[in-house]
């Protein structure tokens, strides 16, 4: 299964861009997804998860400005980020799993992860 990640890109502050995520090679549909974020320097954060039975959960920093979502059916997921701030800067990451349970944040399959750089 591999995992691409796409939309990342150079904007400035108070723009807005989205993410996307496609699972290909997978012999089933993904059922919980979730996007993080790394930032030079900094620990890798969860920004935002999602499950095919509808639950979503996010970061209290992006809480009213991210939107995560899912096409299950599709093995898509989507993160929709508007009103970017420069302390978004960071490497974006999806990860997905086959069930709609994921202990300990340990996703199974991980995207190669795409840069978003929000300038002041």
């Known amino acids: 299964v591999q995992l691409q990640a796409s939309g990342g890109g150079l904007v400035q502050a108070g723009e807005s861009l989205r993410l996307s995520c496609a699972a290909s090679g997978s012999p089933f549909t993904i059922a919980a997804a979730a996007w993080y974020r790394q930032a030079p320097g900094k620990q890798r954060e969860l920004v935002a998860s999602?499950?095919?039975?509808?639950?979503?959960k996010y970061a209290d920093s992006v809480k009213g400005r991210f939107t995560v979502s899912g096409n299950f059916a599709q093995n898509t997921v989507y993160l929709q980020m508007n009103s970017l701030e420069p302390e978004d800067t960071a490497v974006y990451y999806c990860?997905?799993?086959?069930?709609?349970?994921?202990?300990?944040?340990?996703?199974?399959?991980w995207g190669q992860g795409t840069q978003v750089t929000v300038s002041s």
């Open positions: 999602v499950h095919s039975g509808g639950s979503k």
């Open positions: 990860a997905a799993h086959p069930g709609t349970i994921v202990r300990n944040e340990n996703y199974a399959y």
